[in-house]
């Protein structure tokens, strides 16, 4: 089967939960004998790059803007494809796959699938204009393409809601495992264990300054124990002013490190010696970062909405979404329990092996192209027949 994948930065993933998604969900359909390729942006993807792990990466131009990136990558990767001969087009969230449109009118033969990550539109870096477009966008999403796939039941429930149709319900995933090595925690001042981890883009719904502010308090109070920090993982999307914010909230403060952007070998070995995982998100759709911090086997604290829920179960603790003191509650009571921390991320390992394996994840991902791909010869069947 040829499968194009379209709407991601490109692979190897750098940052976003999308291009880690699309990067192990690709390596192994690759793997398994598939032919696919993956397009790429040029201020993403090294464009000397032409494949990666059995994948092709098939570069075209964008207009690198805020707005505009990934629009014009998605329209020119999308005139692209139509001139191919893939089986599959597989579109990635909800912007994206508002030009899923032209492959299904100029290539009916092409089977067009796409992703629904998460509701974009409630993500504050979009200005009103931008949220209206993405409204649209999850609507063609959601009702044009032959298949459309939700990576979390929470997002099943509203689109078969909203939509009235029936759609594919495929997880995002992480691997289980951990790494001894612990060269990279010195360049940050961290020792193994002795400090709570978030990992994200840093953008407002994400909700680092209620983790932050909850931190202050407690170091405020004198609740934690010597020695012990915060780290936060990631870097802005277009949203310096807020990473700035975050900078001012802990200005002065030892105890918080800011890492920047973190891949590969240094970012296994913060979540391989973290004491356990925050993430005290607004909204989510199902998040990667999450799932690796259980597959490391973190406890998580996370905010109470539903995505997080459903990853979580009984596996870690919970917060009020917004709640600051909520928070500060819960980090107050597990930072001294380190036996139930390590029971509870032992349980959160072990539900992203037996929930969210990658492996698991391509073949079902691979199961709805074959659906599409037989419905629509079933199709192409009965018009034969009824033109005899």
């Known amino acids: 089967m040829k499968i194009a994948f379209i709407g991601q930065k490109g692979i190897p993933a750098l940052s976003g939960g999308v291009e880690k998604h699309v990067e192990k969900l690709s390596t192994r359909l690759a793997s398994q004998g598939q032919e696919v390729y993956v397009y790429a942006r040029n201020h993403y993807t090294d464009r000397t790059l032409r494949e ?13 803007t805020k707005h505009f990136d990934a629009m014009t990558h998605t329209l020119f990767a999308t005139v692209h494809a139509i001139f191919q001969d893939y089986d599959v087009i597989h579109y990635h969230s909800i912007g994206p796959s508002i030009f899923s449109f032209l492959p299904r009118i100029l290539r009916p033969g092409v089977r067009v699938i796409a992703t629904f990550h998460s509701r974009d539109y ?17 609507r063609i999403t959601c009702t044009l393409p032959e298949k459309t ?16 149709r029936t759609f594919s319900f495929v997880p995002n995933g992480a691997e289980t495992g951990h790494v001894s090595s612990t060269d990279a925690l010195a360049q940050w001042g961290v020792r193994p264990g ?84 925050v993430q005290p ?33 009984n596996t870690g ?56 791909l037989h419905q629509y010869d079933d199709v192409k069947k009965s018009y034969a027949q009824r033109a005899k």
């Not at 990666?52 to 690198?64: A, N």
């Not at 979390?152 to 429930?157: D, G």
């Open 281 to 313: 998100s607004e909204d989510e759709g199902l998040s990667l970062a999450l799932l690796e911090a259980m597959g490391h086997g973190l406890m998580p604290i996370v905010s109470d909405i539903p995505a997080n829920r459903e990853a979580v179960a």
């Open 52 to 64: 990666y792990q059995g994948v092709t990466l098939v570069h075209v131009p964008s207009l690198h």
């Open 122 to 138: 409630f993500h504050q870096k979009w200005n009103v204009f931008a949220r209206l477009f993405l409204r649209l966008a999850e």
């Open 149 to 164: 796939i939700v990576i979390s039941e929470t997002l099943k429930q509203y689109a078969e809601a909203k939509y009235r």
């Open 194 to 277: 002795k400090y709570i981890l978030s990992v994200s883009r840093l953008i407002k719904h994400k909700g680092i300054h209620y983790l932050i502010k909850a931190f202050n308090e407690l170091e405020d109070t004198n609740r934690l124990p010597n020695n012990f920090k915060l780290v936060i993982v990631g870097s802005p999307t277009h949203t310096e002013e807020y990473e700035t914010f975050l900078k001012l909230l802990a200005r002065g403060r030892s105890r918080i490190v800011f890492t920047g952007e973190q891949t590969g070998q240094a970012l296994e070995e913060l979540f391989s010696h973290a004491y356990l995982f």
């Open 317 to 372: 603790a919970v917060f009020q979404n917004r709640d600051i003191n909520g928070l500060k509650k819960e980090l107050a009571y597990f930072i001294n329990r380190s036996e139930e921390v390590q029971a509870l991320g032992k349980l959160a390992e072990d539900r992203v092996r037996q929930q969210y394996s990658w492996d698991a994840i391509a073949r079902r991902t691979l199961e709805v192209y074959e659906e599409a």
